[in-house]
Each structure stands twice: as structure tokens, then as C-alpha cells.
């Protein structure tokens, strides 16, 4: 078993593809605390050794929680993924201060201080893997604040890289374009909505599909444990959509 022995902390593990990265890591042997906003509907439905922690990403006091946890659950970390995400579907016109303010608390404020709460947690040769997206270098209507906050992320993951070097800790950074979760990664949308997002999603992917939450796991898992000489990098899994791929007509 691959993982026998990494202990790992997952941050938005309950769904889509921390989910997927929370269930490699068990089917492969490793022990890992996952937190969501609500994590019940997993208790007792995880193979292997779960502990799963009710964090809301945009709270300093649950991160401060979860790092007490992790602390005490399982002592040092081999890798920690910070996968905190919310979207909307939100035109300028329409946005509202609390949209944004909660859009850069929970992408961008909620991951700075979760990786400064664990990294004194992870051991020489660990690792950091972020999710950002596929929005965070593109123009895509109705994300401009997600797409801000997510290129936020993407700009402190290297300084972090810079910051953790010195200790053998590497901080990589995943960024996913369209993937099949339930939610498509956005929140209060009508399905009708969802349904015409996914659709320009097929459309306009090269790859002309979108990812499997898996697909976007094996990447995770690969900047954690396989990459040993990368750090401060940015793996795209887009389909193409974000390499400016030209189609023949």
C-alpha cells in the first residue's frame, strides 16, 4: 500500500475532489483528518483510519481548532491539502460586499492561515499541495472575485515555497478547470444554471469533458509524494482550457 504510514490533513475533504484525494489516501494506507463545514454525512462511511473535524475554512478559531487536532491526532504531517473552495456565479452588477468578503475569507484568508497554523506540523521532506483554478488566470464572467482570491493563492503558495524551503518542505499548487462534482464548484445556483455551466464547460475544453474528481486526486497525489524535486509550482488539469490551445477548424 502506497501510503502506509503519511499522516495527512485534508481541508474541504467531504466532497468532489478532496473527497477523491481523502479516499486514495485511506485505500492506499495513509491516516487522515479531513474537516468540512459538515462532515456527518461521512461518519462511519470511510475505510481505514479517518478522523473526520466539522472547520468552517473562513473562521481563525477553527483553523486554530484544527491545528490543535491535528496536533494531537497525528503529530507530524506528511502533507497537507488545503482545498477550501467557494464560488459564485455572481455578475458585477449584482455583487454584494458579503459575497466578496466571504469569497476571499474562505479561498484565500482561510488558506493563508491554515497553512501558517500547520506548517510548524510537517515533517523535513512534507509537503503542501492548494487547489486554485483554472479561473485564477482567465476571464471567465460572473468570477471575478473567486478568480481574484484564487490568484491570491496562487502567489502566496510560492512564497511559502520560498518560506518552508530551508526545512525540505515543498508547496505545490493544483489548479482544476472544469470538474464533475455535484456543485460543478459553485454555490446557490439554479439548476437550469448549473446545468448550462457544465455544458460551456464540455464546449470549450479542448479535452471537450470535463474532469473526472479523480483525474484531479492523481494529480494532488503526485505533486505530494512523487514530485520530490518540484516545489513552488503550479500543475495545471484543465482538459487544455487553460494552455490556449488552438483546435483545427
Known sequence: MKYVGKKVVVTGGTHGMGLAV???????????????????PLQGKLPGKAHLLSSDAASLSDIDALGAAAAETLGELDLVFVNVGFATLTPYEVATPEVYDRTFD????GAYFTAQRLAGLVRP????????????EAGIAGMGPYSAAKAAVRSFARTYAAELAPRGIRVNVVSPGYTDTPTMGVTGVPSSVLAAF???GDEVTPLKRHAAPEEVATAVLFLAFDATFTTGADLPVDGGLGQRLTLPA
Open 125 to 136: 521532506g512534507g509537503s503542501f499541495v492548494f487547489t486554485t483554478s483554472v479561473a485564477a
Open 22 to 40: 481523502v479516499r486514495a489516501l485511506l485505500e492506499g494506507g495513509a491516516e487522515v483528518l479531513l474537516t468540512g463545514r459538515d462532515v456527518t
Open 106 to 109: 474562505v479561498n484565500t484568508k
Open 198 to 200: 457544465k455544458a460551456t
